[in-house]
């Protein structure tokens, strides 16, 4: 299993991004994805999460500006941010359990700066 991270970028404080997240490979086993992101000089963090059944998770810095959702038949998961703030900065890493293996994408750079 791969997964490809795309959609960072630089945005103005109150701007939207999209995030994608594309498996390949086998994932008929999949039981989850996920959102984390690392702010410069801080830990990684997870921010948002998709169950296999559906079921969603957020931090509370995020509830109500972003969505995270899922694609079956093109196997990509999302992350709408919406009202982004300076504190949103980070780079932002998906993750994926698959079976009882966990993989990570590679990293994409959000800046919110005006």
């Known amino acids: 299993v791969q997964l490809q991270a795309s959609g960072g970028g630089l945005v103005q404080p109150g701007g939207s991004l999209r995030l994608s997240c594309a498996a390949s490979?086998?994932?008929?086993?999949?039981?989850?994805m996920s959102w984390y992101r690392q702010p410069p000089g801080k830990q990684r963090e997870l921010v948002a999460r998709?169950?296999?059944?559906?079921?969603?998770f957020y931090i509370e810095s995020v509830k109500g500006r972003f969505t995270i959702s899922r694609d079956r038949a093109k196997k990509t998961v999302s992350l709408q941010m919406n009202s982004l703030r300076p504190e949103d900065t980070a780079v932002y890493y998906c993750?994926?359990?698959?079976?009882?293996?966990?993989?990570w994408g590679q990293g994409t750079q959000v800046t919110v700066s005006s």
């Open positions: 490979g086998n994932i008929s086993a999949f039981k989850s």
């Open positions: 993750n994926s359990w698959v079976g009882s293996a966990g993989y």
């Open positions: 998709i169950d296999a059944g559906g079921s969603l």
